[in-house]
């Protein structure tokens, strides 16, 4: 096995020596034939198909190299090197236009999947060659949405995600939230959920998706309420988003929440939750004590958001004392803002002596 391959090809070429002259030298002849050819071969010339970034990008007609030597910098700077190196000496690789184009064409569920998660990967890495993009490629990826398949979707929406980052592309990006939105609402898979709420919260939603987003809010407080923290932070995150937004205050506060709904304020959640829950906590706290808002006389259902946050018999005051002394600071910190939020109305925060307490958490004597 230590034996390195020229020295097993002179021991191949000694033993086709001997075996000549002897019987049945025919069929060991083609024997060591197969076995030199295929120590001799050579990788495939590169096509089309989906390849890695870090991969060595060769041109037309050229052949790939081997996985190790392709992870190897050029000596010397000869060679083209990798595909991130060319953009950083201003050559175009051409990655993410040979991958885009491979979408057009007819591949199963798992290609076209794994098309477009090296999509998503260069799009991070090359940043420049994806902002040569046109908007006819954000359709191209958009549409994949369509599929059946859900990793096919799953794996848009990343590419989505990372295609956000370039300016030039968040508007033509927003034309999809409301498909985005429908498959949140629509398919229970909650890594289709973290990826879907993971582009919504990189982008500014429009306003005409505010329809659409009353329609999902059961939804989203479904998700909340689950049990994948990378879901419900994402969409903690957002309803807090849309509780800064006047006209939809009133549905998230009325939307209908589990009796359990205050086991998301326990001490023994994970930090990165427990800040998102505080944070949306403490906006929905001002909405609600804002001016233009208490004008109105709003009727809340029963089981809703409202009562659970800020009903008579809501607990959240316990709660909230308890992560006043929370391991994690920034939890401490967003506690103490929710109990001031509570404590004084916005509009007079300005006025100390004339902070009352609120009827629903902090009673007189508590």
Same mark, same amino acid.
């Given at each position: ?26 069929? /060991? ?36 190299? +081997? ?6 910098? +050029? ?20 990655? %993410?236009?040979? #991958? ?12 076209? !999947? ?35 398949? @859900? !990793? ?25 939230? %409301? ?22 919260? @990189? #982008?500014? /939603?429009?306003?005409?998706?505010? +329809? ?20 419900? $932070? ?7 988003? #849309?509780?800064?937004? @006047? ?9 209908? $929440?589990?009796? =359990?709904?205050? @086991? ?24 609600? =004590? ?5 004008? $109105? ?22 709660? #909230?004392? !308890? ?15 929710? %109990? $001031? ?12 002596? !004339?902070?009352? +307490? ?9």
């Amino acid at each position: 096995m230590g034996k390195t391959i020229p020295r097993f090809l002179e021991q191949l070429d000694l033993i086709k020596s001997f075996v000549g002259l002897a019987t049945g030298a025919g069929a /060991l002849y083609l024997l060591y034939k197969a076995v030199r050819t295929g120590l001799k071969c050579h990788p495939p010339l590169c096509s089309n198909s989906p390849i890695c970034i870090a991969r060595k990008c060769p041109g037309p007609g050229e052949r790939a190299l +081997p996985q190790e030597a392709s992870l190897r910098p +050029p000596l010397g700077g000869g060679g083209k090197g990798l595909a991130i190196e060319r953009e950083r000496h201003g050559r175009d690789s051409g990655e %993410i236009r040979r #991958l885009l184009n491979s979408l057009d064409c007819k591949q199963d569920e798992y290609t076209r !999947s794994m098309i477009l998660h090296n999509i998503t990967r260069c799009v991070y890495l090359l940043e420049a060659e994806a902002s040569s993009c046109t908007m006819d490629d954000i359709d191209l990826v958009a549409d994949m949405l369509d599929e059946k398949d @859900n !990793s096919v979707k799953i794996q848009a929406l990343n590419a989505l995600k990372a295609f956000s980052g370039i300016r030039k592309f968040r508007l033509k990006i927003q034309e999809h939230c %409301i498909k985005v939105l429908e498959l949140i609402s629509t398919i229970w898979d909650l890594e289709l959920h973290v990826a879907g709420l993971r582009l919504l919260n @990189n #982008l500014p /939603l429009p306003d005409y998706v505010h +329809p659409q987003l009353r329609r999902v809010m059961p939804a989203l407080m479904e998700i909340i309420q689950s049990d994948c923290i990378l879901a419900q $932070v994402q969409a903690v995150r957002l309803l807090s988003y #849309l509780a800064q937004k @006047n006209d939809l205050l009133y549905d998230i506060l009325n939307c209908q $929440v589990r009796p =359990n709904f205050l @086991n998301l304020f326990q001490s023994s959640q994970p930090g990165s939750l427990l800040f998102e829950v505080l944070v949306f906590a403490e906006h929905l706290s001002e909405g609600r =004590n804002a001016t233009h808002y208490r004008a $109105v006389k709003w009727h809340y259902n029963e089981q809703s958001l409202h009562e659970a946050l800020f009903g008579d018999e809501s607990r959240l005051a316990d709660r #909230l004392l !308890s992560l006043v002394i929370h391991p994690e600071e920034e939890v401490q910190i967003q506690a103490c803002k929710v %109990i $001031v939020s509570l404590q004084c109305p916005q509009d007079l925060g300005s006025r100390p002596s !004339s902070c009352r +307490p609120s009827h629903s958490c902090f009673k007189t004597g508590k």
